[in-house]
C-alpha cells in the first residue's frame, strides 16, 4: 500500500485542479465586468433569491460570512446591489440586485456560460452519469 495519494491517479486532485482552471478562466473572463467568479454568483444566488439573507449568501457561495460582507459591499458600491436598511425587528439586511447589477449579471452569464460548455462539451453523452456522481460525492463528503 502506498504511503501517499498519487496526484496523477487521485479524483479529488483532479477535480481541484479542475476547479482552480475554472476558476482561473471564470476570473478572467469577468475581469473587465469589474467581477471575480464569488461575485458572479453572489449575483446569480441574488437574481434566483432576491432577498436571500447574507448568512444563506455566504452558505451557497462557500465563503465565511465576514467575506461574504465584503463582497457585498464592493458589489453595492459598484451600484449593482441594494441592501435595504435594517429594522429593530430584523438581523439581517435584505439584498437584491438593481437593474444594473441584472444587466452586468446577464452580460457575465453569457460569458460563463461559454466555459460551462466546454465542460458540458467533454463530458459529452455521459454528461447526466457525471452530474450525479458528482453530487452523490459531494453528499457522501459533506459534513
Known sequence: MSTHVDPDRS????????????????????????LTSPHYAVL???????????AELARRSFVAPPTMLRFLTTLSEAGLIVRADRTPDQRSRRT?????????LA?????VQELDGILADEAG??????????????????P
Do not use: Y
Open 44 to 54: 446569480g444566488l441574488l437574481a434566483e433569491h432576491p432577498g436571500i439573507s447574507n
Open 125 to 142: 453523452p455521459r454528461q447526466d452519469v457525471i452530474m450525479a456522481w458528482l453530487r452523490a460525492c459531494a453528499e457522501r463528503l459533506a
Open 11 to 34: 479524483p479529488g486532485f483532479a477535480l481541484k485542479r479542475l476547479q482552480q482552471a475554472l476558476r482561473a478562466r471564470m476570473d478572467a473572463a469577468l475581469a473587465d465586468l469589474g
Open 96 to 104: 437584491t440586485l438593481t437593474a444594473k447589477g441584472r444587466a452586468r
Open 107 to 111: 452580460e457575465a452569464a453569457v460569458r
